[in-house]
T-cell receptor, first 116, second 116 residues
Framework: KAGVTQTPRYLIKTRGQQVTLSCSPI?????VSWYQQTPGQGLQFLFE???????NKGNFPGRFSGRQFSNSRSEMNVSTLELGDSALYLC???????????????FGPGTRLTVT | AQTVTQSQPEMSVQEAETVTLSCTYD???????LFWYKQPPSRQMILVIR??????QNATENRFSVNFQKAAKSFSLKISDSQLGDTAMYFC?????????????FGRGTQLTVWP
């Protein structure tokens, strides 16, 4: 099976712009989670989607949003970019059941976002 | 919420030797998983090993094994016969299969260097 893919791998944006990152999960996985990784804050949870519904959200401002499509692919969007948004954004997929039982998460290679 | 603590920011070991990475966690949940992830310089997060909290037997995956002490909320990773390719940042993570669906709680990581 192909692994989790993320596009683009690298991105450079300027302050005030917006950006959209994409994640394709492992085939058969219906849950997609997003994490932000920075040297100062470590790994922080952004949100999780299952069957096109956001089930869980971390403590991030409303500038960070996401969605999931019917094929389980997910996108996250960051509007009005700030310098502090520079980070590695990791997507993870999991085989989750509708009743909420979830299993281990497998990560993509990440998107390195630099805001100048 | 859950918290995960890794008290060793850096460790080093000589090739072929054994090293143990420490992790403690805090959760009020009964149904949870614990994981060790490895993040090499490529930044790809790789699942190394998982432990289900209800299982008393310690998990083992080839050269990797854990020492799971549920009462002490301790979850250490032992790497035997260390190899140069084991050089990476190692993250301990917990996962609640109940209310906080789809969310991993990560420690700050331990940078392991294997030297020849």
């Amino acid at each position: 099976k192909a692994g989790v893919t993320q596009t683009p791998r690298y991105l450079i944006k300027t302050r005030g712009q917006q950006v959209t990152l994409s994640c394709s999960p492992i085939s058969g996985h219906r849950s997609v989670s997003w994490y932000q990784q920075t040297p100062g804050q470590g790994l922080q949870f952004l949100f999780e989607y299952f069957s096109e519904t956001q089930r869980n959200k971390g403590n991030f401002p409303g500038r960070f949003s996401g969605r999931q499509f019917s094929n389980s692919r997910s996108e996250m969007n960051v509007s009005t970019l700030e310098l502090g948004d520079s980070a590695l954004y990791l997507c993870a997929s999991s085989f989750a059941l509708a009743g909420g039982q979830s299993y281990e998460q497998y990560f993509g290679p990440g998107t390195r976002l630099t805001v100048t | 919420a859950q918290t995960v603590t890794q008290s060793q920011p850096e460790m080093s070991v000589q090739e072929a030797e054994t090293v143990t990475l420490s992790c403690t966690y805090d959760t009020s949940e009964n149904n949870y998983y614990l994981f060790w992830y490895k993040q090499p310089p490529s930044r790809q997060m790789i699942l190394v090993i998982r432990q289900e909290a209800y299982k008393q037997q310690n998990a083992t995956e080839n050269r990797f094994s854990v020492n799971f002490q549920k009462a002490a909320k301790s979850f250490s990773l032992k790497i035997s016969d260390s190899q140069l390719g084991d050089t990476a940042m190692y993250f301990c993570a917990s996962f609640d299969r109940g209310s906080t669906l789809g969310r991993l709680y990560f420690g700050r990581g331990t940078q392991l260097t294997v030297w020849p």
